[in-house]
């Protein structure tokens, strides 16, 4: 089992809809769980970070974390076309690790 | 203009011609990691640094070597590339103060390795 694991997608969701994103991992000690976007042909930018259970809201970005199920999941309200983008679920481990998912491409269609 | 500055970009080169890819960052930050990215694997920690002379391994070390002699430059150093490490690579770094609280790492281009 990967340590980090998403839907590669494609995700294609309509402007204005919700999209959701989904992400669990296996270590049940991890602490640390990020959101990075990654555009076609771009590097990675952080989005959104959470440490606790429940949710944490940035704008139209919501972070959802629940530990004793192992997921964590990333909304998008009023979803925008410069939202298509590869998004990366990721998971802080011992030292300086960082582990990654293999990423979710959503689409969102005008 | 702060940033992650990685050269070459683009390379392609033969089985077993020692190569490097430099990394070097102008935000004094503490924290470097490479990663590889390779479709439907996402990207992969290959090895990380949190300070000058102190380095460790990721998950994909195999087949590859850096250093940290500055704390500026982190340079990934491939001794005998294989077809198997055609991939794309970026470099990041941060503030260990940040890296520990959000996690924030600043990614470099990315530069595309091709081995035949």
């Known amino acids: 089992q990967k340590e980090v694991e998403q839907n590669s997608g494609p995700l294609s969701v309509p402007e204005g809809a919700i999209a959701s994103l989904n992400c669990t991992y296996s270590?049940?000690?991890?602490?640390?769980f990020f959101w990075y976007r990654q555009y076609s042909g771009k590097s990675p930018e952080l989005i959104m970070f959470i440490y606790s259970n429940g949710d944490k809201e940035d704008g139209r970005f919501t972070a959802q974390l629940n530990k004793a199920s192992q997921y964590v999941s990333l909304l998008i309200r009023d979803s925008q076309p410069s939202d298509s983008a590869t998004y990366l679920c990721?998971?802080?481990?011992?030292?300086?690790?960082?582990?990654f998912g293999q990423g979710t491409e959503l689409s969102v269609k005008p | 203009e702060a940033q992650v500055t990685q050269n070459p970009r683009y390379l392609i080169t033969v089985t077993g011609k020692k190569l490097t890819v430099t990394c070097s960052q102008n935000?004094?930050?503490?924290?470097m990691s490479w990663y590889r990215q390779d479709p439907g694997l996402g990207l992969r920690q290959i090895y990380y640094s949190m300070n000058v002379e102190v380095t460790d391994k990721g998950d994909v070390p195999e087949g590859y070597k850096v250093s940290r002699k500055e704390k500026r430059n982190f340079p990934l150093i491939l001794e005998s590339p294989s077809p198997n490490q055609t991939s794309l690579y970026f470099c990041?770094?941060?503030?260990?103060?940040?890296?520990?609280?959000?996690?924030?790492?600043?990614f470099g281009e990315g530069s595309r390795l091709t081995v035949l």
């Open positions: 935000m004094n930050h503490e924290y």
């Open positions: 990721a998971v802080r481990g011992e030292g300086g690790k960082l582990i």
């Open positions: 990041a770094s941060s503030l260990l103060r940040d890296w520990g609280l959000s996690g924030e790492l600043f």
């Open positions: 270590d049940r000690g991890s602490q640390s």
